[in-house]
């Protein structure tokens, strides 16, 4: 048998930035670390760089880097932190991404993620513009390479997701095998059922709907593996956790079958303690003596380019499908029953939260559109340009981005407007960020996040403007009420909690 193997792992960080300073603020939860950014990064994103081998006697023997085995993603936020607060760190996981690349045939570990982990099926089609470009900008900046892949927030994936990656060169994603509908083995065939033809690991073909002569390719992971390594005990013993990978069926049609994983990377030293070595042991010396090759997707895919073809579900009322959501995309906007617990029976509040912050939206780019289109050749381009100023924030990258975009020369007073201008609609996205969603209640501090970046948004839209779309805003926040009576709805939440005042009933 001729096997491959390739382990995802999925690092990221729900932004915990006050918007107003760009500091986060004490966590007292995550003691006796400053905050969780910090407690993880002790846990998990260290550790997974340095990953101890020791002998029978707990003496250290040698030290993995991690990322130079696994293909991995890092929220663009949390690599953003990782560099500024612990640059050691960000050296090696950049120079991993660099060293698999010789070790595969010019193929890096690394993939971009769509930038602010927003539920890409859920946003409109600026917005997967802006994300996928910012995604690729972010990548680019941090490892200076075009990205193959980007991975989607959940998983999370439509069909106009896919023409935006497809359109913006993205080679390749990866999905959960539930969310493949139908498959065939070539243009002709017969389509037949994913559920009982899909053979995991193997790339697929997925043509845009506009243009048949474009395809974006998919890997479907392993699901049960992938679960196995996420919620049970395999990851805690390397040699458990081999047997389970060599358990996994060659499938016949496969010349080199993939066997392939895919699971959050905080598994590997923060939910489960100490498995990076598990991970570490496992690359470094036991694989080296199976048949088995590790690989990243890339190498793969070159090497096995994809000769079948798949249509993926489109999911309930044609809004997309996920990793974590049985209902589709259900848990990000709606009380779909995910999440639900004796203490937090319902999740209705979804719903006014996502209608709300999607006028929201709406509202802002209409103020956006209306002011810049007296400064920037482009209002959106100037947007998805915009990137380049987060990225380096310095004053020359600021007045170089301001060249490229604006119609004339702009005054030092009109400059500070558009940047006003574009930092608004950089919170009107960040107010999307799937964490806002996931948990149980609208009190949950991921939700207040969510609601302050709208605040922020809210600001700048009335200091631009003199228009104020607050009082719509909370109308729909009054709608979301909280499983604990105590907290009151959505509007009670962001008056004490986000406006810092009470509610004056």
Known sequence: ??????????????????????????QSSAAPFHDWNERIFQECYKP???????????????????????????????????????????????????????????????????????????ANERDKITQVKWGIEDFKFHFGRMPEAMWLPETACDMATVDVLINEGIKFILLDPSQADLVRKSPRAKWHDASSDLITGMPYKCYSTGKRNKFINIFFYDGPLSRNLAFDDHIFESYKL????????????????????????????????????????LFDELLPATDIRPVNFGQYLDEYPASQEVKIKSGPSGEGTSWSCTHGVGRWKENCGCGTSDENPSQEWRLPLRLGLNELRDNLWDVYEEASSNFFKDPAEARNDYIRVLLDPSFESASEFLFRNAQRYLSAGES??????????????????????????????????????????????????????????????SLARSNNSSYGTGKDIYLKNVLGMESKL
């Not at 016949?252 to 993939?258: A, E, G, N, P, T």
């Open 242 to 281: 081999l047997n389970r990978i060599e358990a996994v069926t060659h499938h016949r049609l496969v010349d080199q079958h993939l066997i392939c994983a895919a699971l959050d990377g905080e598994t590997f030293g923060h939910h489960k303690k100490y498995t990076e070595r598990t991970i570490a042991y």
């Open 48 to 122: 997974n760089s340095e990953a101890v081998i020791v002998n029978e006697h707990d003496v250290v023997i040698s030290k993995i880097n991690n990322y130079e085995h696994y293909s991995f993603n890092f929220g663009p936020n949390l690599l953003s932190w990782i560099m500024k607060k612990h640059p050691k760190t960000y050296s090696r996981i950049v120079e991993a991404d660099k060293l698999s690349a010789l070790k595969h045939n010019g193929h890096g570990n690394a993939i971009a993620m769509a930038y602010n982990h927003m539920i890409m099926p859920l």
């Open 416 to 477: 500070e407007y558009c940047i006003k201008l574009l930092e608004m609609q950089k919170f009107s996205m960040f107010m999307f960020t799937s964490c806002g969603w996931f948990f149980s209640d609208i009190s949950g501090i991921e939700s207040i996040q969510n609601m302050r970046y709208a605040a922020r948004a809210i600001e700048l839209a009335q200091e631009i403007s003199g228009k104020d779309p607050e009082p719509k805003f909370l109308e729909w926040l």
């Open 1 to 26: 048998m001729k096997r491959s193997f390739c382990l995802h792992s999925h690092f990221y960080q729900p932004p915990r930035e006050d918007p107003w300073t760009n500091e986060i603020e004490p």
